[in-house]
């Protein structure tokens, strides 16, 4: 009988040790996963609220304005965007523009707290490289660094 009483506690004593290094192998994996799917879950929710519509165009020569509204839930940062991507130019050849090289923005801050907020009107000046005769279709695109878009084609003046 104490053969296997023995017996019993030694896989007993196996048992939970197994399950230990169980868990110490696991633990650290599901807390790794956990942390992945909540910052992309995070990252989704920003994109998901972050919105804006282009309200009116111009373009003549080398020279184009181009107004956007945030329509989005999300304020947006000024230093972020002036890192967004700005595409100008006649269709088919049209130019990635470095801000201050080739495009400028101009907000109108309304409550002056340096963000672009739902409502407010962000006016994007934009100096091309290679000029758009009048009539020609043009092309506009404003890309912000969390990679929400908009484009449109209008003609130039």
Do not use: C
């Amino acid at each position: 009988m104490s053969a296997e009483t023995f017996t019993t506690a030694m896989f007993l004593i196996t048992a939970i040790i197994a399950a230990g290094v169980l868990v110490n192998a696991v633990f650290p994996i599901v807390y790794t996963m956990a942390g992945t799917f909540s910052s992309a879950s995070h990252e989704s929710d920003q994109r998901l609220r972050t919105d804006f519509k282009i309200i009116a165009t111009y373009a003549s020569g080398t020279n184009g304005q181009i107004w956007l509204k945030n329509v989005g839930s999300t304020r947006i940062p000024a230093s972020e965007v002036v890192r967004s991507d700005v595409f100008f130019g006649a269709v088919g050849d049209f130019d990635h523009l470095m801000y201050d090289a080739g495009w400028t923005a101009e907000l109108s801050d309304i409550n002056a707290n340096n963000y672009w907020d739902s409502g407010e009107t962000l006016k994007v000046s934009v100096v091309a490289t290679k000029p758009v005769s009048s009539g020609n279709v043009v092309y506009f695109q404003f890309v912000l660094p969390n990679g929400v878009w908009r484009s449109i084609e209008f003609t130039a003046s």
